[in-house]
């Protein structure tokens, strides 16, 4: 079945720097495209991130264009989202999610549970 | 970018009701409008994709209509386990937007 585990959320002082880890299995990874999505406290789900299945093209919400970055290893099956000058609205649930086709579609068809960011001093 | 506006925000219902959540979007999305639930420390779960056509093992008391820029949701016979919270998707074009979420909750 398909699996997607997020790590690598910690609790970090503004300005300061994250990278959150995306480990897939139970499918094909190098035929599907990866989302990062986050739901800040008290908040509804934001769109973050995405990767092609290749990893030719990367799509960034405005908020984050910039300071993230997104990436794939295929041989390991991994995706990665790069965080740099921490916001505390960026204080969220980071969820990885699979992509129904290559990237290019943006519909979410399975969720990996998340990993917890806090950006606070 | 295409805004998502969800309503009602929450919702009380019982167990057996049927209940419809409505979801409008700024322009036309076409057909690609995707609901996912969403429960307390749970990962969200994708239920349908455009607009009408339900994921795997998800219960035929979920269904999905609309077009363009009016969609809906609607459970029958709601069961314990529906109480959750529902985020509808356009995915017509990047970026892709979620509306603002309805908590469905037990009467």
């Known amino acids: 079945q398909v699996q997607l585990v997020a790590s690598g959320g910690d609790v970090v002082q503004p300005g300061t720097s994250l990278r959150l880890s995306c480990a897939a299995s139970?499918?094909?990874?190098?035929?599907?495209?990866i989302h990062w999505v986050r739901q800040a406290p008290g908040k509804g789900l934001e769109w973050v991130a995405t990767?092609?299945?290749?990893?030719?093209?990367?799509k960034y919400a405005d908020s984050v264009r910039g300071r993230f970055t997104i990436s794939r290893d295929n041989s390991n099956n991994m995706v990665y989202l790069q965080m740099n000058g921490l916001r505390g609205e960026d204080t969220a649930i980071y969820y990885c999610?699979?992509?129904w086709g290559r990237g290019d579609s943006g519909y979410i068809e399975y969720w990996g549970q998340g990993t917890l960011v806090i950006a606070s001093s | 970018d295409t805004q998502m506006t969800q309503s009602p925000s929450s919702l009380s219902a019982s167990v057996g009701d049927r209940v419809t959540i409505t979801c409008r979007a700024s322009?036309?999305?076409?057909?690609?409008l995707a609901w996912h639930q969403k429960k307390p420390e749970k990962a969200p779960k994708s239920l349908i994709y455009?607009?009408?056509a339900l994921q795997n093992g998800v219960p035929s008391r979920f269904s999905g209509s609309g077009s363009g820029t009016d969609f809906t949701l609607t459970i029958s016979n709601l069961q314990p386990e529906d109480f959750a919270t529902y985020y509808c998707?356009?995915?017509?074009?990047?970026?892709?937007?979620f509306g603002q979420g309805t908590r469905l909750e037990i009467k």
């Open positions: 990767i092609w299945y290749d990893g030719s093209i990367e």
């Open positions: 455009a607009t009408s």
């Open positions: 999610a699979r992509d």
């Open positions: 322009q036309d999305i076409s057909k690609w």
């Open positions: 139970g499918f094909t990874f190098t035929n599907y495209g």
């Open positions: 998707q356009q995915y017509a074009s990047y970026p892709q937007t």
